[in-house]
């Protein structure tokens, strides 16, 4: 499956921002998807999953602000950005895996869309 991240931008403080991410060659139905980001210097960090089941997963520093979604009709899925925050500036990858374990390590994923840069100013 090859993935497509859009929708990054730059905003500002307390601004919301919804994040999509495309499959092309699988159905986003099959795997489990998630977000991930990188700001400047540091670590990659696990932003938000949609596991089997429809099972929900938050990173805690975008627990109640940020929410995933899919659609799988139009085989696609979203991160919703609300109240947006200088430290939330990252380039932000969806990814998808065909297994459902350890869903918050970016270790788990095969497949990574190309990123798309966010930045919100203070």
Do not use: H
Not at 67 to 72: C, H, L, M, Q, W
């Amino acid at each position: 499956v090859q993935l497509q991240a859009s929708g990054g931008g730059l905003v500002q403080t307390g601004d919301s921002l919804r994040l999509s991410c495309a499959a092309s060659g699988g159905s986003f139905s099959r795997y489990v998807v998630g977000w991930f980001r990188q700001g400047p210097g540091k670590e990659r960090e696990f932003v938000a999953a949609l596991g089997r089941g429809a099972r929900i997963f938050y990173g805690e520093a975008v627990e109640g602000r940020f929410t995933i979604s899919r659609d799988i009709a139009r085989n696609m899925v979203y991160l919703q950005m609300n109240s947006l925050k200088p430290e939330d500036t990252a380039v932000y990858y969806c990814a998808a895996d065909n297994g459902d374990y350890e869903i918050r390590s970016w270790r788990t994923y095969d497949y990574w869309g190309q990123g798309t840069l966010v930045t919100v100013s203070s």
